[in-house]
């Protein structure tokens, strides 16, 4: 039996009210969920939830025809439903999750930009190393590859093989060590190695699962290994693309691309409404300093985290306002999907005092404050400056070429 959670009973107190992760579920009972009174209890769970109302009075509405153990399980699939809905749409309301699955689990836009890639790539197959419910698996059956995912948990795989049914798509799951199969057979080996241990979030490569020597030997064949945005680029082996994706100016991840996958050396990818847009080293002549002009631009974290920035301000006919900070300034307005823009409207006093009586002559009541390469913290100085007045600004707080300044600017 494996336990998402201890406590059994708690689900009788309200499923929003402690939150479903604080649900047990077992793998007896998500089996039963499968079948086809569980499909009927759980269509009613998320009636039930979707109506609203007390979820006491819902719990014992399903009890009359449920287990406890049953209802709790049907009640947590319906709220993680509910909860995926930012993550895969419209495909949410017919897959399973756990909780710590979900929260783990790739947007489907950005799984399915990477599945773009490989089937770019004319790979045919992918192996999935760890694949937890099974979200890239969709993505990348979803592009046309034949998929097989395997993973330690025989809950994850079995919430996987699920997710791939209900979806009408191929591919195959089992329970394997992923550090013991051989990838030989694949064109593509794809891995996401869990970044928590027991204490939390760990930042050191040896203590991932599996850990970075396992990640190393596979990117000596064509392959994609989905990391966390902070990764070092002195950590990134010859040879290997480092990919960092935003979406909707989030950044979610970087990608090492290997073997023939391998395009680059260094990509932004900006995932929006408009679309997708790449940026890559090969784009970066590099870029000067100066003072700021007209517009200022300030690029998108994968672009700043990729180490792009001064080709956003070759594609804007700009430069850098400080060497060591991503700001870009131009004297041209450019609509650009690597960066916001601003224009400049003036110049205020950087210390505190004259930067107050400047926010009060101008009636400025409501302030978005942004800083770069500045010791402040944006909700404690609001405070202390405290404003008054009927206008609306922004405040960029940075440096220029050393020296702490401040404009006022206005989104454009």
């Not at 260094?266 to 000067?288: F, I, Q, S």
């Not at 009541?365 to 390469?373: D, E, N, S």
Request: with cysteine; aromatic share 6%.
């Amino acid at each position: 039996m494996t336990k998402l959670a201890l406590r059994p009973t708690e689900c009788q107190i309200g499923w929003r009210a402690v939150g479903c992760e604080d649900v047990p579920v077992d793998l007896d009972a998500f089996r039963w969920l499968l079948s086809e009174p569980g499909q009927r209890l759980l269509e009613a769970a998320g009636a039930a939830g979707a109506a609203g109302g007390s979820e006491l009075a819902a719990q014992s509405a399903l009890r009359r025809t449920a287990s406890p153990e049953h209802v709790a399980a049907a009640l947590t699939q319906a709220e993680l439903r509910r909860r995926a809905v930012a993550k895969f749409g419209d495909l949410a309301g017919r897959m399973y999750f756990t909780p710590e699955g979900l929260e783990q689990a790739t947007r489907l836009p950005v799984a399915a930009h990477r599945a773009a890639r490989v089937q770019a790539a004319s790979a045919a197959t992918v192996v999935d190393l760890g694949c937890g419910i099974g979200g890239d698996l969709v993505a990348f059956a979803r592009a046309g590859a034949t998929c097989v995912g395997v993973d330690l948990d025989p809950l994850r795989v079995e919430v996987a093989r699920a997710n791939l049914e209900t979806l009408g798509l191929g591919g195959a799951v089992t329970v394997a060590d992923a550090t013991a199969i051989d990838t030989a057979p694949f064109d593509v080996a794809y891995a996401d190695p869990a970044r928590r241990t027991g204490k939390g979030r760990t930042f050191d490569v040896d203590d991932w699962t599996p850990p970075w020597s396992f990640v190393e030997s596979l990117l000596a064949r064509d392959s994609c290994v989905k990391l966390a945005p902070g990764l070092p680029h002195a950590l990134v082996p010859e040879g290997v693309e480092a990919e960092w994706v935003s979406d909707h100016r989030e950044v979610k991840e970087a990608v090492l691309w290997s073997g023939r996958l391998a395009t680059t050396r260094r990509r932004a990818t900006v995932l929006g409404d408009g679309g997708l847009a790449t940026l890559t080293d090969e784009d970066d002549p590099g870029a000067p300093t100066g003072p700021v002009g007209e517009f200022l631009y300030e690029p998108d974290g994968a672009v700043i985290r990729a180490g792009l920035v001064t080709a956003v301000a070759s594609g804007v006919d700009g430069h850098l306002l400080d060497e060591h900070i991503a700001y870009v300034t131009s004297g041209a307005s450019f609509r650009s999907p690597f960066a916001r823009g601003y224009r400049v409207l003036e110049e205020v006093p950087f210390r505190e005092k004259p930067l107050r009586a400047a926010l009060r002559e101008r009636r400025i009541g409501r302030l978005t404050i942004k800083k770069r390469g500045v010791s402040v913290v944006p909700d404690e100085l609001r405070k202390r400056l405290a404003l008054r007045g009927d206008e609306e600004s922004t405040l960029v707080l940075t440096r220029v070429d050393g020296k702490g300044t401040a404009f006022l600017v206005e989104p454009f």
